[in-house]
Nanobody, 123 residues
Framework: QVQLVESGGGLVQAGGSLRLSCAAS????????MGWFRQAPGKEREFVAA????????YYTDSVKGRFTISRDNAKNMVYLQMNSLKPEDTAIYYC????????????????WGQGTQVTVSS
């Protein structure tokens, strides 16, 4: 089992920044690809970003490329999502995910999910 706890969400004005953090505990963190999904009100969950087990590969949905950066610290069992130039359409609950497969994670069928953290961007 892997437990994931997100933090760092909040209310920010458009153009601002937030940094989400995800603390992982349980099995060996470095064995897992990590990522972020989000779900806006009335919409399905969508992939945001993913990072391979060693940080060597990163993936982003087109709408966040150039604005969001995913990173990880395997020594601290942490994954981060730096979000810059936020837009009102980024408003959503953001979920941290872990899976042994980056492909599964990006498809949203990851084994482990956090409870989510709310991000609200005001216009």
């Amino acid at each position: 089992q892997v437990q994931l706890v997100e933090s760092g969400g909040g209310l920010v004005q458009a153009g601002g920044s937030l940094r989400l953090s995800c603390a992982a505990s349980g099995r060996t963190f470095s064995n897992y690809a990590m990522g972020w999904f989000r779900q806006a009100p009335g919409k399905e969950r969508e992939f945001v970003a993913a990072i391979s087990w060693n940080g060597g590969s990163t993936y982003y949905t087109d709408s966040v490329k150039g604005r969001f950066t995913i990173s990880r610290d395997n020594a601290k069992n942490m994954v981060y999502l730096q979000m810059n130039s936020l837009k009102p359409e980024d408003t959503a609950i953001y979920y941290c995910l872990a899976d042994g497969s980056t492909l599964r994670l990006r498809a949203g069928v990851a084994d482990y999910w956090g409870q989510g953290t709310q991000v609200t961007v005001s216009s």
